[in-house]
């Protein structure tokens, strides 16, 4: 890091006059890509496209302006793709019946025919090319309004890059993988640590002359100053070295090998919801604002994510370490900074006698054709491969339901959010949209919480739309003690015995009073439908209104097969529900007897009531 707190070396420009080195080739059918992750460089030629020469230059140049140090396109895989898909372009138009020998000469039956060349390929890999092709083509002035018109119309069915069907790992999975992870881990940490124990012992002199493990300490001490282990003129290893286990065995006891890489990088993307890639580039480099005189706190590292953009790609990743108390070996591998400062002291040796900065370093088991360094300083996709292999994890192609899942870095990712609800590298938005929304988990969660709010936001209306109701408990005592009924109802006493002798009734209950409407200006008489009395705060219930409350409710249930569904939901049924609750305040033998003292009057008033004769009067 550049700041200064840190020790760091301070921030420089490049001298004046520097440019970049340029992408598209001298002659103009070539594009150089160069790999900001490795510092390699790959050049792809265009010269061999089965098109005419303004098309090739053309397609090459469209490359190229893809290519540059502000683009997003930062690895060699994304480059190729978009190479490729350029390629398959070209010989679609070498292919059509209609001649391009310009750009300005591509239509839209160009696109189509490209869209339909791959019908036969899964949705998310022509999805791939369709996005591809218009990154390169778009805002292109050279193209004709038919072909621009033409680019954004073709779609791809389930052309969204969001795949559902990738979800993420149950609880039962996501333990079975962090087992196996852990155990590798810890496998890793007690080899290491015993052999330096073995070395520090050894370079003390408390071994035992002539014992084993005096030879061990030997081949080791070598081993870490120089990096190698002694040999013989056929390059195999010497019988001392054969004797402790190999060369192999000898340089794993001081280095992490790939597999034990990987499992590191899978632990740290559970615990931090980092993609892979990001993770695989760390720095060994970090700043520790506490100086590291703490074994908690957190540490700064200094990561990139190219996909967020030339302004946004560049990242500081806080690890923290938030457990405390417990059992130690429960929390460091629950813990991301102490996960990453493990990663670092075990990989030390290698880092520095690979000259490595990285965080993941290592040493493959043998040299190859392909790898002729015995280093490893950069992990990929195919060393989880490897790993889950190794563990008895299965490929897509050979898992079964409820076997061994199928160790997916996307998938671990997800359920690392998915359990953390908190946005990695990304916006709430796309957290949201992205990662939690299309999880059947996540959908039955919320499902429940929206649920429970309405229900309880419907009380709440019942509650405040409630009306009151006068038991025949309380009508005695009215009629005994009216000052006492009055006090407990909140109202005069005047007021209550219009209640009581019925010259307050509406239809389907009673009003308090009138003339303070909450529908009309104060001291105005209501103007409100009879039926909107159940809303009112006014409206109070009594034994005589049960009869014809009763004959409502059975008329609102007959008129329900009538009627459109939508039309009952919003007209009648929050009545038949308000009827009901005041029916629920009375006992059973007060219903039986009020439904037997159902009139034929009661049923026309009813009958006027929902037909809007009463609001006529």
Same mark, same amino acid.
């Given at each position: 890091?550049?700041?200064?707190?840190?020790?760091?070396?301070?921030?420089?420009?490049?001298?004046?006059?520097?440019?970049?080195?340029? *992408?598209?080739?001298?002659?103009?059918?070539?594009?150089?890509?160069?790999?900001?992750?490795?510092?390699?460089?790959? /050049?792809?030629?265009?010269?061999?496209?089965?098109?005419?020469?303004?098309?090739?230059?053309?397609?090459?140049?469209?490359?190229? %302006?893809?290519?540059?140090?502000?683009?997003?396109?930062?690895?060699?895989?994304?480059?190729?793709? /978009?190479?490729?898909?350029?390629?398959?372009?070209?010989?679609?138009?070498?292919?059509?019946?209609?001649?391009? *020998?310009?750009?300005?000469?591509?239509?839209?039956?160009?696109?189509?025919?490209?869209?339909?060349?791959?019908?036969?390929?899964?949705?998310?890999?022509?999805?791939?090319?369709?996005?591809?092709?218009?990154?390169?083509?778009?805002?292109?002035?050279?193209?004709?309004?038919?072909?621009?018109?033409?680019?954004?119309?073709?779609?791809?069915?389930?052309?969204?890059?969001?795949?559902?069907?990738?979800?993420?790992?149950?609880?039962?999975?996501?333990?079975? =993988?962090?087992?196996?992870?852990?155990?590798?881990?810890?496998?890793?940490?007690?080899?290491?640590?015993?052999?330096?124990?073995?070395?520090?012992?050894?370079?003390?002199?408390?071994?035992?002359?002539?014992?084993?493990?005096?030879?061990?300490?030997?081949?080791?001490?070598?081993?870490?100053?120089? %990096?190698?282990?002694?040999?013989?003129?056929?390059?195999?290893?010497?019988?001392?070295?054969?004797?402790?286990?190999?060369?192999?065995?000898?340089?794993?006891?001081?280095?992490?090998?790939?597999?034990?890489?990987?499992?590191?990088?899978?632990?740290?993307?559970?615990?931090?919801?980092?993609?892979?890639?990001?993770?695989?580039?760390?720095?060994?480099?970090?700043?520790?604002?506490?100086?590291?005189?703490?074994?908690?706190?957190?540490?700064?590292?200094?990561?990139?994510?190219?996909?967020?953009?030339?302004?946004?790609?560049?990242?500081?990743?806080?690890?923290?370490?938030?457990?405390?108390?417990?059992?130690?070996?429960?929390?460091?591998?629950?813990?991301?900074?102490?996960?990453?400062?493990?990663?670092?002291?075990? %990989?030390?040796?290698?880092?520095?006698?690979?000259?490595?900065?990285?965080?993941?370093?290592?040493?493959?088991?043998?040299?190859?054709?392909?790898?002729?360094?015995?280093?490893?300083?950069?992990?990929?996709?195919?060393?989880?491969? *490897?790993?889950?292999?190794?563990?008895?994890?299965?490929?897509?192609?050979?898992?079964?339901?409820? %076997?061994?899942?199928?160790?997916?870095?996307?998938?671990?990712?997800?359920?690392?959010?998915?359990?953390?609800?908190?946005?990695?590298?990304?916006?709430?938005?796309?957290?949201?949209?992205?990662?939690?929304?299309?999880?059947?988990?996540?959908?039955?969660?919320?499902?429940?919480?929206?649920?429970?709010?309405?229900?309880?936001?419907?009380?709440?209306?019942?509650?405040?739309?409630?009306?009151?109701?006068?038991?025949?408990?309380?009508?005695?005592?009215? *009629?005994?003690?009216?000052?006492?009924?009055?006090?407990?109802?909140?109202?005069?006493?005047?007021?209550?015995?219009?209640?009581?002798?019925?010259?307050?009734?509406?239809?389907?209950?009673?009003?308090?009073?009138?003339?303070?409407?909450?529908?009309?200006?104060?001291?105005?008489?209501?103007?409100?439908?009879?039926?909107?009395?159940?809303?009112?705060?006014?409206?109070?219930?009594?034994?005589?209104?049960?009869?014809?409350?009763?004959?409502? =409710?059975?008329?609102? +249930?007959?008129?329900?097969?009538?009627?459109?569904?939508?039309?009952?939901?919003?007209?009648?049924?929050?009545?038949?529900?308000?009827?009901?609750?005041?029916?629920?305040?009375?006992?059973?033998?007060?219903?039986?007897?009020?439904?037997?003292?159902?009139?034929?009057?009661?049923?026309?008033?009813?009958?006027?009531?929902? +037909?809007?004769?009463?609001?006529?009067?």
């Amino acid at each position: 890091m550049s700041g200064r707190a840190g020790g760091g070396q301070p921030a420089t420009l490049p001298p004046a006059g520097w440019a970049p080195r340029p *992408r598209l080739g001298p002659d103009g059918e070539s594009v150089l890509f160069l790999d900001e992750t490795s510092g390699r460089s790959t /050049l792809f030629e265009f010269t061999d496209l089965p098109v005419a020469e303004p098309i090739r230059r053309w397609l090459a140049e469209r490359v190229a %302006g893809q290519f540059t140090t502000r683009s997003t396109v930062k690895r060699l895989p994304t480059a190729r793709s /978009l190479v490729d898909t350029a390629r398959h372009f070209a010989v679609v138009l070498s292919e059509h019946p209609v001649t391009v *020998r310009r750009p300005e000469d591509v239509v839209a039956e160009h696109l189509l025919a490209f869209r339909r060349r791959y019908e036969h390929l899964k949705p998310r890999t022509v999805s791939g090319y369709v996005e591809n092709l218009r990154r390169l083509l778009r805002d292109d002035e050279r193209l004709s309004p038919d072909a621009r018109a033409g680019l954004a119309a073709i779609r791809v069915r389930a052309m969204s890059r969001r795949d559902i069907t990738k979800r993420g790992y149950t609880e039962v999975e996501w333990q079975e =993988i962090l087992t196996a992870v852990r155990h590798d881990v810890r496998a890793a940490r007690d080899r290491i640590h015993a052999s330096w124990r073995l070395l520090v012992r050894y370079r003390a002199g408390e071994l035992p002359t002539g014992s084993e493990d005096v030879t061990l300490g030997r081949l080791l001490d070598g081993f870490e100053r120089t %990096g190698q282990l002694p040999r013989k003129v056929d390059t195999n290893g010497t019988p001392d070295v054969h004797r402790c286990g190999g060369l192999v065995k000898v340089a794993g006891m001081l280095c992490l090998s790939p597999d034990e890489l990987a499992a590191f990088a899978l632990l740290l993307v559970s615990l931090t919801g980092q993609n892979y890639g990001t993770i695989a580039a760390w720095p060994a480099a970090h700043f520790r604002p506490d100086g590291g005189l703490t074994d908690e706190g957190l540490a700064l590292v200094e990561s990139c994510k190219p996909r967020r953009g030339p302004d946004r790609e560049h990242m500081v990743i806080a690890l923290e370490d938030l457990i405390t108390g417990g059992d130690r070996e429960h929390r460091w591998s629950r813990s991301p900074l102490r996960v990453y400062r493990m990663l670092l002291d075990l %990989g030390d040796t290698a880092r520095r006698l690979s000259n490595s900065r990285g965080l993941f370093t290592g040493r493959i088991a043998k040299r190859t054709v392909h790898t002729p360094s015995p280093w490893i300083t950069a992990l990929t996709s195919q060393h989880v491969q *490897r790993w889950a292999a190794a563990r008895g994890f299965p490929t897509a192609t050979f898992a079964v339901p409820g %076997g061994k899942p199928v160790v997916s870095v996307r998938r671990l990712r997800l359920t690392a959010i998915e359990r953390r609800r908190r946005p990695v590298a990304h916006t709430a938005a796309t957290m949201r949209d992205t990662y939690l929304m299309p999880h059947p988990a996540v959908q039955a969660e919320s499902h429940a919480v929206v649920a429970a709010t309405l229900d309880s936001e419907v009380s709440k209306a019942r509650d405040h739309a409630r009306v009151p109701v006068f038991t025949q408990n309380f009508v005695d005592l009215a *009629r005994s003690d009216p000052q006492a009924a009055a006090q407990q109802a909140g109202m005069s006493t005047k007021q209550l015995a219009g209640l009581l002798d019925g010259s307050k009734d509406t239809v389907l209950a009673s009003c308090q009073d009138h003339r303070a409407s909450p529908y009309d200006p104060p001291g105005a008489a209501c103007s409100a439908s009879f039926l909107a009395c159940l809303d009112c705060a006014n409206a109070r219930a009594l034994p005589h209104q049960l009869p014809i409350q009763l004959a409502a =409710i059975d008329a609102l +249930e007959q008129l329900r097969p009538h009627l459109p569904p939508a039309l009952w939901a919003r007209r009648y049924a929050p009545r038949l529900d308000q009827l009901r609750d005041i029916t629920a305040g009375f006992q059973p033998a007060e219903i039986d007897h009020a439904r037997a003292g159902i009139s034929d009057g009661h049923r026309q008033r009813v009958s006027d009531l929902l +037909e809007g004769r009463w609001d006529l009067h």
